[in-house]
């Protein structure tokens, strides 16, 4: 496969398979964290430095699959800032586990930003974009909320866990709006092509 899609179907795909490959991630993230990690802090750490690790990673698969850094911009920010964020959180384990939830929370807003920039950019040419933006502004809000809880006695892990269990639901519904518009346009195709 090319690293950038030319056509509207490769593209549809991509996304599909990129929404659902995340959602799948997100979920088992989330299950992973509420039971063999719930009692298991080495696990719960390891846990809490791969989900920014691989927000980094799939971004960089959609940026090398979609057009490059320059029509990415957003994404290669974010890339970016996924990144000193894996970071961050394995030096804040140094510290406080508390801070961790701070550093999530500055995350979650600017990711959430940067995803809802992705998906109004995104959505001439893809359409369904509408969960991911609401995804985003979602993400951001939730992350203001990570910040005010910073200090409290909320469990980090679970607390994440519940913002990454939302954002797995928001990829997979949108990994199946594009599964069904891609359906509803093989189905058109098929029958103008009996016509």
């Known amino acids: 496969m090319s690293d950038t899609l030319k056509t509207e179907s490769q593209r549809a795909a991509w996304l599909r398979n990129y929404y659902l490959v995340r ?5 088992a993230w989330v299950a992973a964290s509420f039971t063999i990690a719930k009692h298991s802090p080495v696990l719960a750490a390891a846990l809490l430095i791969v989900y920014p690790a691989w927000d980094a990673l799939a971004n960089l698969l959609d940026v090398r699959m979609t057009g490059g850094a320059k029509a990415n911009a957003t994404q290669l920010i974010n890339i ?13 384990f140094v510290f406080e586990l508390q801070i961790v939830l701070a550093i999530f929370g500055v995350w979650a807003i ?21 969960v991911m933006m609401l995804s985003g502004a979602q993400s951001a809000l939730a992350g203001g909320f990570f910040v005010a809880q910073q200090g409290g006695s ?14 797995a639901v928001y990829f997979f519904i949108s990994g199946l709006i594009v599964l069904f518009r891609e359906s509803r346009r093989g189905a058109r195709g098929l029958a103008s092509g009996k016509s």
């Open 110 to 130: 600017v990711a959430g930003l940067l995803q809802l920039a992705t998906a109004v950019r995104r959505r001439k040419d893809n359409g369904g974009q509408w």
């Open 80 to 92: 970016w800032i996924s990144a000193l964020v894996t970071l961050a959180v394995a030096g804040a």
């Open 154 to 167: 909320a469990p980090v892990l679970q607390t994440i866990g519940g913002y990454a269990a939302v954002g």
């Open 23 to 27: 959602a799948a991630f997100s979920f």
